[in-house]
């Protein structure tokens, strides 16, 4: 029996998320990869963007993903909050490989609230219950704090994947 693939897939726009998404890679053993769009998303005017893509919950233009998902048995996403919604390329990656995915669980970065609600856009465009979900505020990340966090939920995915195993061994 091989070992459970694992996909980590995840965009920022300030290093935050790109933080979280290694340090998770690491306690998995899984594959990292970063979304891409071509949008300018730094200073002020970057975030402005950001900001009206959340209100106006558009789909960014991403770039074909390096990895696919229907290679992978848990394929883990990660998005930034912003105003209270996912990250647009985050939500045209969901809404484009939502077939693909086999098991999927979600994290987020944020400054306040909204983990929530992302968490229920994601599910909505995935068309996947998550199998585990975590939120990071980004003071934790900048403290040192987080890894308390990430441990919990590596643990949750790890268990999810031992009983998937187990449950494609006996039957």
Request: glycine letters at 8%; a positive charge.
């Amino acid at each position: 029996m091989s070992k459970p693939r694992v996909l980590i897939v995840f965009f920022s726009r300030t290093g935050t998320t790109r933080l979280l998404a290694a340090t998770l890679g690491s306690m998995v053993s899984a594959d990292v990869m970063e979304i891409s769009d071509g949008t300018e998303r730094r200073g002020a005017l970057g975030y402005l963007r950001c900001v009206i893509d959340s209100w106006r919950k558009r789909q960014a233009a991403i770039a074909p993903p390096a990895l696919d998902a229907s290679q992978y048995d848990l394929v883990v996403v990660g998005t930034p909050v912003w105003a209270g919604a996912v990250a647009s390329p985050v939500r045209a990656y969901l809404a484009e490989n939502r077939r693909k995915f086999r098991h999927i669980a979600f994290f987020c970065s944020l400054g306040g609230r909204g983990a929530q609600a992302v968490f229920d856009e994601m599910r909505a465009l995935s068309g996947h219950a998550p199998v585990a979900q975590c939120k990071v505020r980004a003071s934790e990340v900048r403290h040192g704090t987080a890894a308390a966090s990430l441990e919990l939920f590596a643990g949750v995915l790890k268990h999810h994947l031992a009983r998937d195993e187990a449950l494609a061994w006996c039957c």
